[in-house]
């Protein structure tokens, strides 16, 4: 099985989260820049993390007290202003996430993923300097995914700051999973 979205409203941008959510919501026809989205989900919103066994998702575990930008309400927030649907999902399996992955892409809505981008920096040629300092990973940075083809085994991503869009394996998708 296969699909793919035809995706061209892809911009450069600064901000891991305002930037695919721009690119999202001009493929639905809205043609804003990512600062109209970063002041329309009411400006910065902090996020605290802790390496404390309490956090159940170990992508979010911090081995030091770190406070980063952007979680998911700012782009609700957005949405809700803008009068577009935002559905935000966790799924603990990594089964279910893959079928809803793949549902959303074969009715052609490109998906927004929260992944741990270590898994896949090696093969854009990038290292991260808090993992290489403190081993310090961060499971919060967003991508699009737009396509999928199990019979190459690979899916398509769209990353904030690179222009094109980047083909990785199905299974570097499963090891970044948030």
């Not at 911090?62 to 609700?76: C, D, E, M």
């Amino acid at each position: 099985m296969h699909a793919s979205i035809p995706f061209t409203s892809h911009r450069l941008g600064i901000n891991c989260g305002s930037s695919p959510f721009r690119d999202v919501l001009e493929h639905y026809g809205f043609n804003l820049t990512e600062d109209m989205i970063f002041g329309l989900g009411s400006g910065l919103n902090l996020a605290y993390h802790h390496g404390d066994v309490s956090v159940p998702d170990h992508h979010w575990r911090a081995p030091l007290t770190i406070v980063t930008g952007r979680s998911i309400a700012p782009y609700q927030e957005a949405a809700s202003v803008l009068g577009a649907q935002l559905y935000a999902r966790r799924c603990l399996s990594d089964d279910a996430a893959a079928r809803q992955l793949k549902e959303l892409i074969c009715r052609g809505s490109p998906v927004v993923c929260e992944i741990d981008r270590e898994e896949m920096l090696p093969r854009l040629g990038q290292h991260n300097l808090l993992t290489q300092r403190f081993g310090y990973r961060f499971g919060g940075h967003k991508t699009i995914v737009t396509a999928f083809d199990e019979e190459a085994n690979t899916a398509t991503i769209i990353e904030n700051m690179l222009p094109d869009p980047v083909v990785v394996p199905l299974a570097c998708g499963r090891a970044c999973r948030a």
